[in-house]
């Protein structure tokens, strides 16, 4: 009995020791270890995002906002038979079912199954009632216009960050500022926050108010995309500004894409082409040649250029011209667009000269729009020069640049002589209150003197009245700018073929311009026509024309051809009945959809603005308020001849 007692408390000794060791293993030596184990089970620490900020256009209509939805998660350990729940949720949405089976067998307490869901599938996969899978609230980014303006507002991604455009350029601005916090996990695992786990919760974004006016900006998308269409062009680019300030109005780029989907589109299909994309302006670049012989006052107006036939020999090398011309002044080589005539304004000039007044004007550098992704463009130093570059250069060839910086020299001359940094967003703000983003730096520099740019307004108006850009006429507004029609350059050296840029850079009302636009069209089908004054001039005019009735601008009083409506004496006490509606419904109330409004009683520019939202071109005959109109109420609206004639009276 004594032995086996013995034995008994010795075994007992050991047995307590071993437990005395073990408790002071777990409960001392691996102490950190076995806690933080712990507090994993019962605590998740989780990033909460805020919404981010909405985007508005000039006249407070939304354009990106976030929206909550539903994301789908699944806990693998809660999951009852993971092939079965895989089978069910891939079905459901379109899923690999055995990348989600392999996922659900995992011994990870987390996995995504899809995020940010439509409605509709949030409710499929609620439906399902499946165990182990539980639903998150997180911010969606939504696009309500789609398309509209989509290459400069851009896109978030599913981490709630900006990828393109405004989005990715304000992002610190507009994603506010996220939290991390911890959360207490029950049986059920079900998450309640912990208040005291955190000192600052997060922070919404701020809301950014933009220059661009989506009336505009819908006119001028639907115009580049038609000419593109009706071309057969690779794409195109277009850019409407204020010229006394630098605000961007308008900008469009064709193809374009959803944002809402945009992983659905090809890559190419985001890019801004009016700030990324460069290319040789052609003669369109003739305007700064002109302007800096206007300046260093080398030559007039009235001066005569020998422009030898279409044909001209520098160092050596015979260089065309696009048709024969003999003696023109200089106002006619300007109107005509001689590269001859161009050539030797630049010779005149010399290359230093020339050189300087490209640099002021811009070209070279980034204009500094607060949009990502700028390409400053192609200028050699003067001293990297080959030869016949002053030549070549001079009627825009050997340099490369963006729609935008075009944009921004034509408004130099249309204002004065300023060079205006552009920009999209004018303030930013929150809960509606608005700080203006007052910014002296938007003033770049001075290009050319005012007397100067008086000249060059001269010059460009002949263009349109009596040169290669008739088709940019507005009928009751003067119009001044410049056709360029470009070869583009071929991979293997030299030019291609047939490959073109037609473009057309003006400005309205010429002698009080308030509007600057740019088109340009890349790569038209050649056999459907392929020059600046006949592919990308009439864009011009079909955006820019009702554009200046929709912001009340009054017509010149000089008479001229036609004048397409009354003259509005004083604009803020005439209904915008564009301004505060996105709806092509509200322009047709008096009949039945598909079927024409009545027009009569209207002032010209509220029925110019009803004919734009359907589709259709207006011809205007006379002053005062409709009291006729071809085709009648009620008839069936003909998009495709699109032409609506009024007549007004007293």
């Not at 349109?464 to 850009?469: A, F, I, L, N, Y």
């Not at 073929?497 to 636009?517: I, T």
Request: charged residues 20%.
């Amino acid at each position: 009995m004594k032995s086996r007692l013995t034995v008994v408390v010795v075994v007992l000794a050991l047995w307590g020791g071993a437990v005395v060791a073990r408790l002071y293993q777990l409960q001392i030596e691996d102490h950190e270890v076995y806690s933080r184990r712990a507090e994993g089970q019962h605590h998740r620490r989780v990033e909460l995002q805020p919404p981010r900020g909405t985007i508005y256009d000039v006249r407070g209509r939304e354009l990106a906002l976030s929206v909550d939805v539903d994301s789908v998660w699944a806990d693998p350990s809660g999951v009852e038979d993971p092939t079965v729940t895989a089978r069910a949720l891939a079905k459901t949405l379109d899923l690999n079912a055995g990348k989600l089976e392999q996922a659900l067998n995992s011994d990870r307490e987390f996995v995504w199954i899809a995020r940010q869901l439509d409605r509709p599938q949030a409710a499929a996969v609620r439906q399902l009632e499946l165990e182990g899978v539980y639903f998150l609230k997180e911010s969606k980014r939504y696009y309500p216009m789609r398309e509209l303006a989509a290459q400069v507002l851009g896109f978030a991604g599913l981490d709630n960050k900006g990828l393109e455009g405004l989005e990715q350029a304000y992002n610190s601005v507009v994603a506010g500022r996220s939290v991390e916090r911890k959360v207490l996990r029950d049986a059920r695992r079900g998450t309640v926050l912990l208040p005291a786990s955190s000192f600052r919760e997060a922070e919404p974004g701020r809301d950014l108010h933009l220059t661009i006016d989506v009336w505009i900006q819908h006119l001028l998308e639907r115009e580049l995309r038609s000419a593109v269409e009706r071309t057969r062009a690779k794409g195109g680019s277009a850019v409407i500004l204020d010229p006394n300030s630098g605000a961007i109005l308008a900008m469009a780029s064709q193809p374009t894409f959803d944002p809402n989907h945009f992983s659905a589109y090809s890559r190419h299909t985001w890019r801004n082409r009016n700030v990324m994309d460069a290319y040789e302006p052609g003669s369109t670049f003739k305007m700064v040649t002109a302007a800096a012989a206007l300046e260093g006052n080398l030559v007039d107006p009235s001066d005569v250029f020998d422009c030898e036939h279409g044909s001209i020999v520098v160092q050596g090398v015979r260089i065309h011209d696009h048709k024969s011309f003999g003696d023109l002044t200089f106002r006619e080589v300007i109107a005509k667009s001689s590269n001859v005539g161009a050539i030797k304004t630049g010779l005149m000039v010399g290359k230093n000269g020339l050189y300087e007044q490209i640099v002021d004007f811009g070209f070279g550098e980034p204009t500094g729009v607060d949009l990502p992704g700028e390409n400053p463009g192609i200028l050699r130093t003067v001293g990297q020069w080959p030869k016949r570059a002053t030549a070549y250069i001079s009627f825009g060839q050997n340099l490369s640049v963006t729609t935008l910086q075009m944009a921004s020299a034509f408004a130099a001359v249309a204002n004065g002589g300023t060079v205006y940094r552009p920009f999209v967003v004018a303030g930013v703000g929150r809960n509606g209150e608005v700080e203006p983003l007052h910014d002296s730096s938007r003033v770049s520099g001075r290009a050319i003197s005012a007397t100067t740019a008086r000249s060059l307004e001269r010059l460009l108006e002949g263009v349109v009245t009596d040169g290669t850009g008739r088709k940019a006429a507005i009928p009751g507004y003067r119009v001044a700018g410049k056709t360029g029609t470009a070869q583009k350059a071929s991979p293997t050296g030299g030019y291609a073929a047939r490959k073109f840029v037609a473009s057309f850079v003006g400005f309205a009302p010429a002698r009080q311009p308030v509007l600057v636009a740019m088109v340009a069209i890349d790569e038209p089908e050649p056999s459907l026509g392929y020059h600046g004054g006949g592919v990308a001039a009439p864009v011009f005019a079909a955006v820019v024309g009702p554009t200046l009735v929709y912001l009340g601008v009054p017509p010149e009083r000089e008479p001229l051809e036609h004048w397409p409506g009354e003259q509005v004496t004083n604009p803020e006490a005439e209904p915008a009945t564009r301004a505060d509606s996105y709806s092509v419904a509200s322009a047709s109330s008096a009949s039945g959809p598909g079927q024409m409004p009545d027009f009569q009683g209207l002032t010209a520019r509220q029925a110019v603005v009803r004919s734009a939202e359907l589709g259709l071109r207006t011809n205007l005959h006379g002053q005062g308020l409709v009291h006729r109109q071809a085709p009648l109420p009620g008839t069936a609206i003909d998009v495709a001849a699109g032409r609506l004639e009024l007549w007004l009276g007293r």
